[in-house]
């Protein structure tokens, strides 16, 4: 039974919660235990046993006396950790903030499900800084993709502990951070789905940034309606305010350039296949060139990314001092070409930015986007620790297709779609422009079985 309640969709928790088939208590207990029975002590860099627990009886009083909160109530938690939990300090994925002060309160959307009646678990575990794709810190460990059952493969990043919590049924949900794809590449590479909403949409008081510009929050779950659910929550409100959508007639948009160049086979045959089968319920699928999409890695390549920049100026003061030494020397790396992007530079790249995001959304009009969330399988460990050109190549490819989401203001879900080689999950990646929430949510809800298949 210990493992059984982690594993469950949110919506299936509560359902037993709610009708005092579960108590909080003993959920909560089942999850502590779950945790420490299992084998990979990289997932989590904190558990919170002694607040979680308090949390649980909380919740099991308010239920036996007909007070409950809502669907959310007694539904453990994971929180990214980069959150801030009052009491401790928040580190990021490093080791260079451990003596922090710690936080004098929760970050604002704790605060907002901890009023729902969710239970916080622990802090998972994440790349340093939230500044990698790939999910790999040489801190704390690297969680392994649970999905693998032939090598240690990557969890994806920057939330990899919160993406391998799910997978692995520890915790129904945890919440992640996305500023190039940090919540759909693990949701993809783990064969969950992870929500991206549009940036600005969630309160991000208490969340230590990477690029404030890029910036934005999402669950990892087992289902879109988790997602809608926890989304919800986030923003403070007492239900959820997103509701199914027919698939019939609804038009789907799929970029000819830039997101399948060099994807593997596998994916792209998963990709196909569900997509057909969206076209089977009524979907209508366009293709065409986005022509941003180059043109914006052509920004890139003149002015260097603004992920780079902004990450850069956070952290030049840390770079210029003996914290550098403590650091991951591949962020170190990656973070030094920020240097690079002069002012000039940056306010060029934020003029096109705004330029680009106004003539995608002419083009996308009322349609959303559908491409593979990662354009490969995840990959072995190994190999990424020993070589740093093979790690920054990889890292680039993996946040290719997401961070062009980020870069235009978009929100999006990515949804199991099929499996590629070695069975490793395949995500389908659901976008929709700036502040169509709502409409993607909608969507998602009733995509999902399809893009689903028969991925279990």
């Known amino acids: ?34 945790i420490a029975d299992y084998a990979d002590k990289a997932v989590f860099t904190t558990l919170l046993e002694s607040r979680g627990m308090d949390e649980a009886r909380a919740a099991s009083r308010r239920l036996r006396e007909g007070r409950s909160l809502g669907l959310l109530d007694g539904i453990p938690i994971a929180w990214k950790d980069l959150f801030d939990i009052e009491g401790l300090p928040t580190t990021a994925g490093s080791v260079v903030l451990g003596g922090e002060a710690p ?23 994440m790349s340093e800084f939230a500044f990698s794709g790939l999910g790999i810190n040489p801190h704390y460990g690297t969680p392994v993709n ?36 940090s919540v759909r590449i693990p949701a993809a590479l783990n064969g969950i789905v992870g929500y991206k909403a549009t940036r600005g949409r969630h309160a991000m008081e208490g969340v230590y940034p990477l690029a404030k510009s890029l910036d934005s929050l999402g669950p990892l779950c087992r289902t879109v309606r988790d997602a809608v659910w926890i989304d919800a929550a986030m923003r403070g409100l007492t239900a959820p305010d997103a509701a199914e959508r027919p698939l019939q007639g609804l038009e789907l948009l799929v970029p000819e350039n830039v997101v399948f160049d060099g994807a593997e086979p596998g994916v792209i045959a998963a990709f196909e296949a569900a997509l057909e089968r969206l076209q089977k319920a009524g979907v209508h699928v366009a293709r065409a060139v ?35 030494d403590r650091m991951d020397h591949r962020v170190v790396m ?15 790249i934020l003029e096109a930015r705004s330029r680009l995001i106004a003539e995608v959304e002419r083009l996308v009009g009322h349609r959303l986007l559908a491409f593979p969330t990662v354009a490969h399988i995840a990959p072995p460990i190994g190999p990424l620790e020993q070589d740093d050109e093979l790690f920054f190549a990889t890292n680039n490819k993996t946040l290719r297709n997401t961070a062009l989401g980020n870069f235009l203001d978009w929100c999006g879900v990515s949804i199991p779609c099929g499996t590629g080689e070695a069975g490793m999950p395949v995500g389908l990646l659901l976008s929709a422009t700036a502040r169509r929430d709502e409409v993607l949510l909608g969507v998602t809800l009733a995509a999902e079985p399809v893009v689903r298949g028969d991925f279990a």
Not at 105 to 111: G, H, N, T
Not at 334 to 348: E, P, V
């Open 103 to 125: 936080a004098e309160r929760d970050a604002a959307v704790v605060a907002f499900l901890r009023q729902a009646g969710m239970v916080a678990i622990g802090r998972t575990n």
């Open 290 to 324: 986005i022509p941003a999409f180059d043109e914006i890695f052509d920004l890139m390549t003149r002015y260097g990314p603004l992920v780079t920049a902004e990450a850069f100026a956070l952290h030049r003061e840390r770079l210029a001092g003996p914290d550098a």
């Open 334 to 348: 990656r973070t030094r070409l920020g240097s690079r992007t002069t002012l000039a530079d940056y306010l060029a």
């Open 146 to 181: 649970p999905r693998g059952t032939d090598l240690r493969r990557i969890p994806g990043g920057s939330s990899s502990g919160a993406g391998v919590a799910v997978a692995a049924g520890l915790v129904p949900v945890a919440m992640g951070t996305d500023t190039g794809g």
């Open 1 to 34: 039974m210990s493992k059984s309640f982690g594993a469950m969709s949110v919506a299936q928790l509560s359902v037993l919660i709610q009708s005092g088939a579960a108590d909080p208590v003993d959920v909560a207990e089942a999850v502590f235990e779950s």
